[in-house]
Protein backbone atom coordinates (compact mmCIF):
# COMPACT_ATOMS: atom_id res chain seq x y z
CA UNK A 1 0.00 0.00 0.00
CA UNK A 2 1.40 3.64 -1.37
CA UNK A 3 0.52 6.47 -0.01
CA UNK A 4 0.69 10.31 -1.52
CA UNK A 5 0.38 13.10 0.53
CA UNK A 6 -2.78 15.58 -1.15
CA UNK A 7 -1.00 18.57 1.31
CA UNK A 8 -3.86 19.71 3.35
CA UNK A 9 -4.75 20.84 6.77
CA UNK A 10 -7.94 18.92 8.63
CA UNK A 11 -9.85 21.39 10.17
CA UNK A 12 -13.63 20.77 11.94
CA UNK A 13 -13.92 17.50 9.42
CA UNK A 14 -12.80 19.20 6.42
CA UNK A 15 -9.33 18.95 4.31
CA UNK A 16 -8.67 22.42 3.24
CA UNK A 17 -6.20 23.81 1.33
CA UNK A 18 -4.26 27.04 0.91
CA UNK A 19 -2.97 29.56 -1.70
CA UNK A 20 0.56 29.23 -0.26
CA UNK A 21 2.55 25.81 0.03
CA UNK A 22 5.98 24.72 1.34
CA UNK A 23 7.47 21.35 -0.22
CA UNK A 24 8.72 18.68 1.70
CA UNK A 25 12.50 17.76 2.08
CA UNK A 26 12.22 14.04 2.06
CA UNK A 27 15.26 12.13 2.64
CA UNK A 28 14.80 9.75 -0.64
CA UNK A 29 12.04 9.86 -3.30
CA UNK A 30 10.34 13.02 -4.57
CA UNK A 31 9.11 16.31 -2.76
CA UNK A 32 5.55 17.05 -2.30
CA UNK A 33 3.89 20.59 -2.02
CA UNK A 34 1.74 21.02 1.09
CA UNK A 35 -0.67 24.49 2.04
CA UNK A 36 0.89 26.81 4.64
CA UNK A 37 -0.64 26.94 7.82
CA UNK A 38 -2.35 30.41 8.95
CA UNK A 39 -3.48 31.98 11.67
CA UNK A 40 -7.01 32.07 10.61
CA UNK A 41 -6.73 28.12 10.16
CA UNK A 42 -5.72 28.22 13.81
CA UNK A 43 -8.65 30.52 14.75
CA UNK A 44 -10.99 28.31 12.40
CA UNK A 45 -9.52 24.96 14.79
CA UNK A 46 -9.53 26.37 18.28
CA UNK A 47 -13.21 27.85 18.34
CA UNK A 48 -14.25 24.16 16.81
CA UNK A 49 -12.53 23.05 19.78
CA UNK A 50 -14.60 24.91 21.78
CA UNK A 51 -17.11 23.91 20.62
CA UNK A 52 -16.27 20.34 20.66
CA UNK A 53 -15.36 20.79 24.43
CA UNK A 54 -18.86 20.81 25.47
CA UNK A 55 -19.86 17.15 24.57
CA UNK A 56 -16.69 15.57 24.59
CA UNK A 57 -14.94 17.21 27.83
CA UNK A 58 -18.48 15.51 29.20
CA UNK A 59 -18.54 12.65 27.29
CA UNK A 60 -17.89 8.82 29.57
CA UNK A 61 -15.06 7.15 29.89
CA UNK A 62 -15.85 4.44 28.36
CA UNK A 63 -16.81 6.58 24.92
CA UNK A 64 -13.49 8.44 25.13
CA UNK A 65 -11.47 4.53 25.81
CA UNK A 66 -13.49 3.59 22.38
CA UNK A 67 -12.43 6.46 20.17
CA UNK A 68 -8.28 5.89 21.77
CA UNK A 69 -8.76 2.55 20.46
CA UNK A 70 -10.47 3.20 17.22
CA UNK A 71 -7.84 5.36 16.69
CA UNK A 72 -5.27 2.41 17.05
CA UNK A 73 -7.05 0.52 15.25
CA UNK A 74 -6.94 3.15 12.20
CA UNK A 75 -3.32 3.60 12.44
CA UNK A 76 -3.08 -0.21 12.33
CA UNK A 77 -5.08 0.00 9.19
CA UNK A 78 -2.44 2.31 7.44
CA UNK A 79 0.42 0.24 8.45
CA UNK A 80 1.92 -0.07 5.67
CA UNK A 81 1.53 3.34 4.03
CA UNK A 82 2.62 5.16 7.34
CA UNK A 83 5.84 3.05 6.90
CA UNK A 84 6.71 3.77 3.81
CA UNK A 85 6.15 7.24 3.61
CA UNK A 86 8.04 7.88 7.31
CA UNK A 87 10.64 6.41 5.64
CA UNK A 88 10.80 8.84 2.50
CA UNK A 89 10.69 11.95 4.46
CA UNK A 90 12.52 11.21 7.70
CA UNK A 91 15.32 8.45 6.31
CA UNK A 92 14.71 6.02 9.44
CA UNK A 93 14.49 2.38 9.18
CA UNK A 94 11.44 0.47 8.15
CA UNK A 95 11.96 -1.27 11.75
CA UNK A 96 12.34 1.69 13.81
CA UNK A 97 9.40 2.87 12.12
CA UNK A 98 7.37 -0.22 12.74
CA UNK A 99 8.67 -0.51 16.38
CA UNK A 100 7.17 3.72 16.77
CA UNK A 101 4.27 2.96 15.42
CA UNK A 102 3.54 0.10 17.97
CA UNK A 103 4.38 2.39 20.70
CA UNK A 104 2.13 4.59 19.28
CA UNK A 105 -0.85 2.47 19.04
CA UNK A 106 0.40 0.88 22.39
CA UNK A 107 0.12 4.60 24.51
CA UNK A 108 -3.51 4.80 23.14
CA UNK A 109 -4.66 1.69 23.95
CA UNK A 110 -2.84 1.82 27.32
CA UNK A 111 -4.55 5.22 28.18
CA UNK A 112 -7.77 3.48 26.99
CA UNK A 113 -7.38 1.15 29.74
CA UNK A 114 -6.39 3.92 32.12
CA UNK A 115 -9.29 6.21 32.31
CA UNK A 116 -11.69 3.11 32.61
CA UNK A 117 -10.21 2.11 35.72
CA UNK A 118 -11.13 5.49 36.87
CA UNK A 119 -7.99 6.28 38.96
CA UNK A 120 -6.90 9.29 37.36
CA UNK A 121 -9.69 10.99 38.73
CA UNK A 122 -8.18 11.05 41.65
CA UNK A 123 -11.45 10.98 43.25
CA UNK A 124 -12.00 12.42 47.29
CA UNK A 125 -14.58 12.39 49.56
CA UNK A 126 -15.10 14.21 53.03
CA UNK A 127 -18.60 13.41 54.22
CA UNK A 128 -20.45 15.93 55.98
CA UNK A 129 -20.27 16.60 59.75
CA UNK A 130 -23.43 19.18 60.44
CA UNK A 131 -22.96 18.86 63.92
CA UNK A 132 -19.15 19.79 64.69
CA UNK A 133 -18.67 22.40 66.81
CA UNK A 134 -17.45 25.35 66.90
CA UNK A 135 -18.61 25.11 62.85
CA UNK A 136 -20.26 22.18 60.74
CA UNK A 137 -18.52 20.58 57.78
CA UNK A 138 -20.13 20.89 54.61
CA UNK A 139 -20.70 17.58 52.21
CA UNK A 140 -17.32 18.16 50.04
CA UNK A 141 -16.15 16.21 46.75
CA UNK A 142 -13.38 16.55 44.76
CA UNK A 143 -11.90 15.19 41.35
CA UNK A 144 -10.62 15.68 38.06
CA UNK A 145 -11.83 17.86 34.96
CA UNK A 146 -10.59 18.18 31.73
CA UNK A 147 -9.28 21.74 31.29
CA UNK A 148 -10.30 22.31 27.35
CA UNK A 149 -8.50 22.80 24.09
CA UNK A 150 -4.95 21.70 24.04
CA UNK A 151 -2.29 22.32 21.50
CA UNK A 152 0.37 19.67 20.56
CA UNK A 153 3.00 20.28 18.94
CA UNK A 154 4.60 17.70 16.48
CA UNK A 155 8.28 16.74 17.51
CA UNK A 156 10.88 16.17 14.42
CA UNK A 157 12.85 13.07 15.73
CA UNK A 158 9.59 10.93 16.38
CA UNK A 159 6.93 11.05 13.48
CA UNK A 160 4.80 9.01 15.47
CA UNK A 161 4.93 8.20 18.98
CA UNK A 162 5.85 11.97 19.53
CA UNK A 163 3.81 13.75 17.18
CA UNK A 164 -0.06 13.59 15.60
CA UNK A 165 -1.23 10.90 17.19
CA UNK A 166 1.52 10.65 19.77
CA UNK A 167 1.58 10.91 23.77
CA UNK A 168 0.97 14.73 24.18
CA UNK A 169 -2.36 13.85 22.16
CA UNK A 170 -3.77 10.31 23.79
CA UNK A 171 -3.21 11.73 26.71
CA UNK A 172 -5.30 15.01 26.13
CA UNK A 173 -8.02 12.98 24.26
CA UNK A 174 -8.38 10.52 27.44
CA UNK A 175 -8.97 13.38 29.70
CA UNK A 176 -11.28 14.80 27.79
CA UNK A 177 -9.39 17.84 25.62
CA UNK A 178 -10.34 18.52 22.00
CA UNK A 179 -6.28 18.57 20.59
CA UNK A 180 -5.38 21.02 18.02
CA UNK A 181 -1.92 19.86 16.28
CA UNK A 182 0.95 21.42 14.35
CA UNK A 183 2.48 19.22 12.44
CA UNK A 184 6.28 19.73 11.95
CA UNK A 185 7.71 20.24 8.67
CA UNK A 186 9.73 17.24 8.86
CA UNK A 187 7.60 14.92 8.16
CA UNK A 188 4.18 16.53 6.94
CA UNK A 189 3.19 13.09 5.06
CA UNK A 190 3.50 11.27 7.92
CA UNK A 191 1.56 13.94 10.29
CA UNK A 192 -1.32 14.22 7.24
CA UNK A 193 -1.66 9.98 6.75
CA UNK A 194 -2.04 9.82 10.94
CA UNK A 195 -4.75 12.62 10.86
CA UNK A 196 -6.82 10.64 8.52
CA UNK A 197 -6.47 7.30 10.43
CA UNK A 198 -8.08 10.10 13.45
CA UNK A 199 -10.59 11.28 11.56
CA UNK A 200 -11.92 8.26 10.48
CA UNK A 201 -12.13 7.45 13.91
CA UNK A 202 -13.96 10.50 14.59
CA UNK A 203 -16.37 9.24 12.26
CA UNK A 204 -16.50 5.42 13.40
CA UNK A 205 -17.36 6.95 16.81
CA UNK A 206 -20.09 9.62 15.63
CA UNK A 207 -17.74 12.55 17.51
CA UNK A 208 -17.93 16.33 17.02
CA UNK A 209 -15.54 16.73 14.36
CA UNK A 210 -13.87 19.70 16.12
CA UNK A 211 -12.38 17.09 18.61
CA UNK A 212 -9.12 17.20 16.04
CA UNK A 213 -7.73 19.63 13.98
CA UNK A 214 -4.17 19.23 12.23
CA UNK A 215 -2.68 22.35 11.21
CA UNK A 216 0.55 22.28 8.73
CA UNK A 217 3.35 24.53 9.51
CA UNK A 218 5.71 26.04 6.67
CA UNK A 219 5.33 29.37 8.94
CA UNK A 220 6.11 30.38 12.46
CA UNK A 221 2.81 32.33 12.73
CA UNK A 222 1.06 29.31 13.25
CA UNK A 223 2.52 28.58 15.89
CA UNK A 224 2.54 31.70 17.60
CA UNK A 225 -0.95 31.85 16.79
CA UNK A 226 -1.83 28.61 18.51
CA UNK A 227 -0.17 28.87 21.75
CA UNK A 228 -1.59 32.99 21.72
CA UNK A 229 -5.43 31.71 20.85
CA UNK A 230 -7.80 32.51 24.29
CA UNK A 231 -9.20 29.40 23.43
CA UNK A 232 -5.98 27.14 23.70
CA UNK A 233 -5.84 25.95 27.38
CA UNK A 234 -2.30 24.27 27.54
CA UNK A 235 -0.18 23.30 25.21
CA UNK A 236 2.43 20.16 24.75
CA UNK A 237 5.78 20.45 22.92
CA UNK A 238 8.90 18.40 22.13
CA UNK A 239 11.72 20.11 20.70
CA UNK A 240 14.65 22.93 20.40
CA UNK A 241 15.55 24.98 24.11
CA UNK A 242 15.41 28.15 21.58
CA UNK A 243 12.05 27.63 19.75
CA UNK A 244 10.37 26.02 23.29
CA UNK A 245 11.52 28.83 25.13
CA UNK A 246 10.20 31.34 22.81
CA UNK A 247 6.71 29.73 22.72
CA UNK A 248 6.69 29.17 26.83
CA UNK A 249 7.41 32.87 26.87
CA UNK A 250 3.72 33.72 24.70
CA UNK A 251 2.06 31.51 26.90
CA UNK A 252 2.91 33.37 30.03
CA UNK A 253 2.70 37.28 28.28
CA UNK A 254 -1.14 36.06 27.48
CA UNK A 255 -4.11 37.70 29.06
CA UNK A 256 -4.37 34.63 30.73
CA UNK A 257 -1.10 32.72 31.01
CA UNK A 258 -1.61 29.02 30.29
CA UNK A 259 0.78 26.03 31.16
CA UNK A 260 3.43 25.03 28.57
CA UNK A 261 4.72 21.18 28.97
CA UNK A 262 7.77 21.80 27.19
CA UNK A 263 10.49 18.92 27.14
CA UNK A 264 13.42 20.83 25.51
CA UNK A 265 16.73 19.11 25.60
CA UNK A 266 18.86 16.90 28.27
CA UNK A 267 22.50 15.50 27.47
CA UNK A 268 21.89 12.71 29.90
CA UNK A 269 25.14 12.26 31.53
CA UNK A 270 26.66 9.02 32.93
CA UNK A 271 28.54 8.44 35.78
CA UNK A 272 31.15 5.99 36.49
CA UNK A 273 31.58 4.49 40.05
CA UNK A 274 35.02 3.79 40.71
CA UNK A 275 34.45 -0.80 40.57
CA UNK A 276 32.07 -0.98 38.17
CA UNK A 277 34.41 1.24 35.70
CA UNK A 278 37.59 -1.32 36.69
CA UNK A 279 34.78 -4.24 36.58
CA UNK A 280 32.97 -3.46 33.52
CA UNK A 281 34.60 -0.55 31.63
CA UNK A 282 35.28 -1.82 28.50
CA UNK A 283 31.60 -3.46 28.13
CA UNK A 284 29.95 -0.23 29.35
CA UNK A 285 32.11 1.58 26.81
CA UNK A 286 30.96 -0.74 23.44
CA UNK A 287 27.37 -0.64 25.19
CA UNK A 288 27.42 3.21 25.59
CA UNK A 289 28.57 3.36 21.84
CA UNK A 290 25.75 1.67 20.57
CA UNK A 291 23.31 3.61 22.99
CA UNK A 292 24.83 7.44 21.56
CA UNK A 293 24.55 6.36 17.93
CA UNK A 294 21.37 4.77 18.19
CA UNK A 295 19.29 6.50 15.70
CA UNK A 296 21.75 8.84 15.02
CA UNK A 297 21.74 10.04 18.16
CA UNK A 298 18.83 11.99 17.52
CA UNK A 299 16.97 10.91 20.60
CA UNK A 300 16.06 13.68 23.65
CA UNK A 301 18.01 10.50 26.00
CA UNK A 302 20.74 10.20 24.27
CA UNK A 303 23.56 9.75 26.59
CA UNK A 304 25.98 12.14 25.16
CA UNK A 305 28.73 12.78 28.72
CA UNK A 306 30.49 9.90 30.68
CA UNK A 307 31.77 10.86 33.56
CA UNK A 308 34.84 8.46 34.70
CA UNK A 309 37.30 8.95 37.11
CA UNK A 310 40.99 9.64 35.64
CA UNK A 311 43.36 6.29 35.31
CA UNK A 312 44.14 3.49 33.67
CA UNK A 313 40.85 2.08 34.04
CA UNK A 314 39.64 5.41 32.56
CA UNK A 315 42.09 5.19 29.54
CA UNK A 316 40.90 1.41 28.79
CA UNK A 317 37.04 2.73 28.56
CA UNK A 318 38.26 5.50 26.44
CA UNK A 319 39.90 3.22 24.04
CA UNK A 320 37.28 1.00 23.50
CA UNK A 321 34.33 3.68 22.89
CA UNK A 322 36.99 5.49 20.51
CA UNK A 323 36.90 1.96 18.56
CA UNK A 324 33.59 0.97 19.23
CA UNK A 325 32.25 4.59 17.91
CA UNK A 326 34.96 4.22 14.53
CA UNK A 327 33.33 1.56 13.89
CA UNK A 328 29.81 2.94 13.65
CA UNK A 329 29.30 3.88 9.66
CA UNK A 330 27.58 7.68 8.60
CA UNK A 331 23.52 7.74 9.36
CA UNK A 332 20.76 9.44 7.70
CA UNK A 333 19.59 12.98 9.89
CA UNK A 334 16.34 13.50 10.26
CA UNK A 335 16.30 16.92 8.05
CA UNK A 336 19.20 19.26 7.13
CA UNK A 337 18.95 21.70 9.37
CA UNK A 338 19.62 18.79 12.16
CA UNK A 339 22.63 18.16 10.13
CA UNK A 340 23.69 21.74 10.04
CA UNK A 341 23.18 22.02 14.05
CA UNK A 342 24.85 18.81 14.35
CA UNK A 343 27.82 20.08 12.44
CA UNK A 344 28.28 23.58 14.03
CA UNK A 345 27.70 21.90 18.33
CA UNK A 346 30.45 19.88 17.05
CA UNK A 347 32.96 22.15 15.85
CA UNK A 348 32.10 24.24 18.95
CA UNK A 349 32.89 21.65 21.53
CA UNK A 350 36.03 21.13 19.14
CA UNK A 351 37.12 24.55 20.10
CA UNK A 352 36.56 24.60 23.13
CA UNK A 353 39.69 25.34 25.52
CA UNK A 354 40.71 22.49 27.30
CA UNK A 355 38.72 19.95 24.95
CA UNK A 356 40.85 16.59 23.07
CA UNK A 357 39.82 15.46 19.83
CA UNK A 358 39.33 11.41 20.06
CA UNK A 359 37.38 10.91 16.58
CA UNK A 360 36.76 13.55 13.89
CA UNK A 361 34.10 12.51 11.43
CA UNK A 362 32.02 14.02 8.69
CA UNK A 363 28.47 15.33 8.15
CA UNK A 364 27.60 15.56 4.65
CA UNK A 365 24.87 17.42 4.21
CA UNK A 366 22.14 14.38 6.32
CA UNK A 367 24.98 11.92 6.61
CA UNK A 368 26.34 12.33 10.18
CA UNK A 369 28.76 10.22 11.96
CA UNK A 370 30.06 9.99 15.78
CA UNK A 371 32.19 12.47 16.95
CA UNK A 372 33.96 11.69 20.53
CA UNK A 373 35.73 14.18 22.65
CA UNK A 374 36.98 14.21 25.91
CA UNK A 375 38.43 16.82 28.78
CA UNK A 376 38.45 17.17 32.48
CA UNK A 377 36.60 17.90 35.16
CA UNK A 378 38.41 21.48 35.75
CA UNK A 379 37.99 22.02 32.20
CA UNK A 380 34.16 21.23 32.16
CA UNK A 381 33.62 23.40 35.46
CA UNK A 382 35.05 26.10 33.95
CA UNK A 383 33.51 25.96 30.21
CA UNK A 384 29.55 25.97 30.59
CA UNK A 385 29.13 25.16 27.36
CA UNK A 386 30.47 21.88 27.59
CA UNK A 387 27.32 21.01 29.30
CA UNK A 388 24.91 21.90 26.60
CA UNK A 389 23.13 19.46 24.09
CA UNK A 390 24.39 18.71 20.41
CA UNK A 391 21.60 17.04 18.72
CA UNK A 392 23.55 13.84 17.23
CA UNK A 393 25.97 11.03 17.84
CA UNK A 394 28.33 13.31 19.68
CA UNK A 395 29.96 11.86 23.26
CA UNK A 396 32.41 13.48 25.29
CA UNK A 397 34.17 11.83 28.31
CA UNK A 398 34.94 14.12 31.60
CA UNK A 399 37.58 12.69 33.24
CA UNK A 400 37.51 13.94 37.15
CA UNK A 401 40.58 13.35 39.30
CA UNK A 402 38.59 12.20 42.88
CA UNK A 403 34.77 11.53 44.04
CA UNK A 404 34.76 14.74 45.09
CA UNK A 405 35.50 16.44 41.64
CA UNK A 406 32.35 13.89 40.42
CA UNK A 407 30.07 15.35 42.46
CA UNK A 408 31.23 18.97 41.76
CA UNK A 409 30.49 17.77 38.39
CA UNK A 410 27.16 16.52 38.74
CA UNK A 411 26.08 19.78 41.13
CA UNK A 412 27.39 21.79 38.13
CA UNK A 413 24.83 19.91 36.05
CA UNK A 414 21.80 21.93 34.45
CA UNK A 415 18.00 20.35 34.34
CA UNK A 416 18.39 16.46 32.71
CA UNK A 417 15.39 14.16 31.72
CA UNK A 418 18.03 11.32 32.86
CA UNK A 419 21.01 10.62 35.11
CA UNK A 420 22.82 7.25 34.74
CA UNK A 421 24.90 5.67 37.71
CA UNK A 422 27.08 2.32 36.63
CA UNK A 423 28.26 0.77 39.96
CA UNK A 424 28.78 -2.79 41.03
CA UNK A 425 28.10 -3.44 45.00
CA UNK A 426 31.50 -2.48 46.20
CA UNK A 427 30.11 1.37 45.08
CA UNK A 428 27.32 1.51 46.76
CA UNK A 429 28.61 3.79 49.42
CA UNK A 430 29.82 6.38 46.58
CA UNK A 431 26.51 6.39 44.46
CA UNK A 432 24.67 6.73 47.63
CA UNK A 433 26.33 10.11 48.19
CA UNK A 434 25.84 11.22 44.97
CA UNK A 435 21.86 10.04 43.81
CA UNK A 436 20.67 12.97 46.04
CA UNK A 437 22.31 15.71 43.69
CA UNK A 438 21.37 13.08 40.72
CA UNK A 439 17.79 13.25 41.68
CA UNK A 440 17.46 16.76 42.26
CA UNK A 441 18.95 17.22 38.13
CA UNK A 442 16.61 14.58 36.45
CA UNK A 443 12.93 13.30 36.15
CA UNK A 444 14.68 9.82 36.28
CA UNK A 445 17.62 8.12 37.86
CA UNK A 446 18.68 4.81 36.52
CA UNK A 447 21.70 2.17 37.27
CA UNK A 448 23.47 0.28 34.58
CA UNK A 449 21.96 0.75 31.61
CA UNK A 450 21.34 3.21 28.81
CA UNK A 451 18.46 5.71 29.11
CA UNK A 452 17.09 5.81 25.35
CA UNK A 453 14.76 3.32 26.27
CA UNK A 454 11.68 5.07 27.74
CA UNK A 455 8.95 2.22 28.93
CA UNK A 456 5.67 3.54 28.35
CA UNK A 457 3.77 3.36 31.67
CA UNK A 458 2.74 4.07 35.29
CA UNK A 459 5.62 4.89 36.72
CA UNK A 460 7.67 6.85 33.87
CA UNK A 461 8.58 10.32 34.06
CA UNK A 462 10.13 11.65 31.09
CA UNK A 463 10.84 15.59 32.29
CA UNK A 464 12.95 17.11 34.56
CA UNK A 465 14.09 20.58 35.98
CA UNK A 466 14.59 23.21 33.00
CA UNK A 467 15.84 23.15 30.28
CA UNK A 468 15.26 19.65 30.10
CA UNK A 469 11.59 20.78 30.87
CA UNK A 470 9.49 23.82 31.47
CA UNK A 471 7.65 22.55 34.30
CA UNK A 472 9.40 19.63 36.54
CA UNK A 473 6.27 18.43 37.98
CA UNK A 474 5.37 16.78 34.86
CA UNK A 475 5.79 14.09 32.25
CA UNK A 476 5.57 14.07 28.69
CA UNK A 477 5.17 9.62 28.47
CA UNK A 478 3.53 7.42 30.52
CA UNK A 479 -0.05 7.21 32.23
CA UNK A 480 0.43 10.09 34.80
CA UNK A 481 0.85 12.49 31.54
CA UNK A 482 -2.69 13.05 31.77
CA UNK A 483 -2.68 15.12 34.51
CA UNK A 484 -1.60 17.99 32.52
CA UNK A 485 -4.63 18.19 31.25
CA UNK A 486 -6.79 17.64 33.85
CA UNK A 487 -7.15 20.59 36.82
CA UNK A 488 -9.20 19.90 40.05
CA UNK A 489 -12.53 20.59 41.29
CA UNK A 490 -14.58 20.62 44.31
CA UNK A 491 -17.92 20.37 44.58
CA UNK A 492 -19.87 21.10 48.04
CA UNK A 493 -22.99 20.46 49.02
CA UNK A 494 -24.03 19.65 45.05
CA UNK A 495 -26.99 16.99 45.75
CA UNK A 496 -26.13 13.26 44.09
CA UNK A 497 -28.82 14.06 41.35
CA UNK A 498 -26.34 17.01 39.97
CA UNK A 499 -22.94 15.49 40.40
CA UNK A 500 -21.24 14.61 37.26
CA UNK A 501 -21.75 10.62 36.66
CA UNK A 502 -17.66 9.90 37.97
CA UNK A 503 -17.95 11.53 41.71
CA UNK A 504 -21.83 10.54 42.24
Known sequence: MTFTPHGKHLICGEWIGTQDVFASEPATGDPHNFSVGTPDLVGQAARAAEDAFWSFGYSSREERAAFLTAIADEIEARADAITQIGSEETGLPTGRLQGERGRTTGQLRLFASHILAGDYLDRRYDKALPDRAPMPRPDIRMMQRPIGPVAVFGASNFPLAFSTAGGDTAAALAAGCPVVVKGHSAHPGT?????????????????????????????????????????????????????????????????????FFGELGSVNPMFFMPAALANRGSEIAAGWAGSLTMGAGQFCTN????????????????????????????????????????????????????????????????????????????????????GEEVFGPLGLIVRVKDMDEMRQVAMSLKGQLTCTLHLDDEDADEARALLPILERKAGRVLANGFPTGVEVCDTMVHGGP???????????????????????????????????????
Open 303 to 386: PGICIVLDGPDADTFTDVATKSLSSVGPQTMLTDGIAKAYRSGSAQISGTTGVQELLTSTCDLREAAPYLFATTGKEWLKNEVL
Open 191 to 259: GEIVAEAIHAAIKSCDLHPGVFSFIQGGNREVGAALVQHPLIKAVGFTGSLGGGRALFDLCAQRPEPIP
Open 466 to 504: YPASTNFGATSVGTLSIRRFLRPVSYQNIPASVLPTDIA
